[in-house]
Nanobody
Framework: QVQLVESGGGVVQAGGSLRLSCAAS????????MAWFRQAPGKEIESVAA????????YFADSVKGRFTISRDNDKKMVVLQMNSARPEDAAMYYC??????????????????WGQGSQVTVSS
């Protein structure tokens, strides 16, 4: 059973930075595309960023372009979301996800097979 273990959530001041990490626990599993989504209270889940296996293709939601970066370490089966210039509207539960079938850096939740448990991000003003 593939598990995605997230870490790094917490409270960040508006304008500050926060780093979220997510690693796949199953040794025999090769994560292809990896992504981050988020869901704020009362809102639908939305895509944040995605990255292909080699990191050559990335996707960013318009709301985070120029502020967030996504990277991965395939040896560690890990994906990292670096959040910079945090805004109050970035506050949400953040979920990492990975696909075992597609390498497209997709912003669609349907492209992903496995999901993390969620990591809360709070932005203080």
């Amino acid at each position: 059973q593939v598990q995605l273990v997230e870490s790094g959530g917490g409270v960040v001041q508006a304008g500050g930075s926060l780093r979220l990490s997510c690693a796949a626990s199953e040794r025999s599993f090769t994560p292809l595309a990896m992504a981050w989504f988020r869901q704020a209270p009362g809102k639908e889940i939305e895509s944040v960023a995605a990255i292909s296996w080699m990191g050559s293709n990335t996707y960013f939601a318009d709301s985070v372009k120029g502020r967030f970066t996504i990277s991965r370490d395939n040896d560690k089966k890990m994906v990292v979301l670096q959040m910079n210039s945090a805004r109050p509207e970035d506050a949400a539960m953040y979920y990492c996800a990975t696909s075992q079938t597609t390498n497209n850096a997709s912003g669609s939740s349907q492209a992903y097979d496995y999901w993390g448990q969620g990591s809360q991000v709070t932005v203080s003003s």
